[in-house]
């Protein structure tokens, strides 16, 4: 069964009053209308409002996972990646925007209200290449869960 979205305390912000700088603004999972699951190492994720269906790959599920379980700066998710794959460079930072920017562009992400920004001594412990080797991360959306139920597929 897919998990219920969570309509709990860290809703989505609407109305900045106050304009934070990119670099310190946090990101998190809107679970709130997004259900996911991993399946075979990648997640799958439905948008609740419109039932599109999207996948990420291994570098993109890492991320998603990671604003799941809590709200990041995009420097600190970089960061997380840089450690978790054991890949350096600016590119990384590049890769991790422009895929929030896609979480985002389809409402699968949120800034995040409340909690302070993560450092690098308060991240999780990483597991070096336990997600396979760096590729840039993915979204790719497959369509709407109402058209692929009604297809037979």
Known sequence: M???????AHRCKRNLAVQVPSFMRRVRANTDIAAWRIVDGEAVIVHAVSSAYYGLNSTGTFIWESIVSEPLASHDIADRVTTQFGVA?????????????SLAAEGLTCEATGAPITTPADAAPARPNASGPFVPPRLARFGELEQLVLSGE
Do not use: C, K, Q
């Open 89 to 101: 460079g600016h590119s990384i930072r590049d890769e991790v925007e422009a895929f929030l920017a």
């Open 2 to 8: 897919w998990p219920r979205p969570i309509l709990a």
